[in-house]
C-alpha cells in the first residue's frame, strides 16, 4: 500500500511564504535540504503525518505559473468562523465563507485563501467527511 507523504509546491520568497504557512495553518520547518541551486523544506505539525514541501529554486525571479492542473489543497479546523476571523485581522484576505449543500443536507462549509505564491488551500471545517 502507499502512503501519502508530501505535496510539493515551488515558492518564490521562501521566508514569506514560512511566515505564512506558519501563521495560516500552523505548520513549522521540520526538515530542510539546502543545495546550491535550490532548497527543499518540509512543514508539518503535530497533527500531521502528511508535509507540505516548499521548494525554492535560488535566483528564479519570475512567479510561478499554475496552469489549468493545479486544484487546492485541503486542511480541517474545528471551528471555521473563528479562524476565518483571525486570518480576516491578519490581513491575509480569506475569500467568504461557503456552505456545500445536498439538497438540505450540509457536506460541508469551507473558505478559500491564497498564499504568497497563488496556490489555493481550501479550510473546511470539521464535519462529515472533512475530519
Known amino acids: 500500500m ?4 508530501h505535496s510539493m509546491l ?8 514560512l511566515k505564512f504557512y506558519a501563521d495560516v495553518l500552523g505548520l513549522h520547518e521540520a526538515h530542510r535540504l539546502d543545495f546550491p541551486d535550490f532548497a527543499l523544506v518540509y512543514l508539518r505539525n503535530a497533527e500531521n ?4 514541501e516548499l521548494t525554492l529554486n535560488k ?10 492542473g493545479y486544484g487546492h489543497v485541503g486542511v480541517v479546523v474545528e471551528d471555521l468562523d473563528a ?7 491578519a490581513n491575509y484576505s ?38
Do not use: C
Open 83 to 89: 479562524r476565518h476571523r483571525e486570518l480576516s485581522a
Open 94 to 131: 480569506p475569500a467568504p465563507i461557503k456552505e456545500f449543500k445536498r439538497g438540505d443536507e450540509l457536506l460541508a462549509r469551507f473558505f478559500f485563501i491564497q498564499d504568497p505564491d497563488g496556490y489555493k488551500i481550501e479550510v473546511l471545517e470539521r464535519h462529515g467527511h472533512y475530519q
Open 2 to 5: 502507499a502512503k501519502v507523504i
Open 10 to 17: 515551488r515558492v518564490l520568497d521562501l521566508d514569506k511564504s
Open 59 to 68: 535566483g528564479r525571479t519570475e512567479p510561478y505559473t499554475h496552469g489549468t
Open 49 to 52: 503525518d502528511v508535509e507540505i
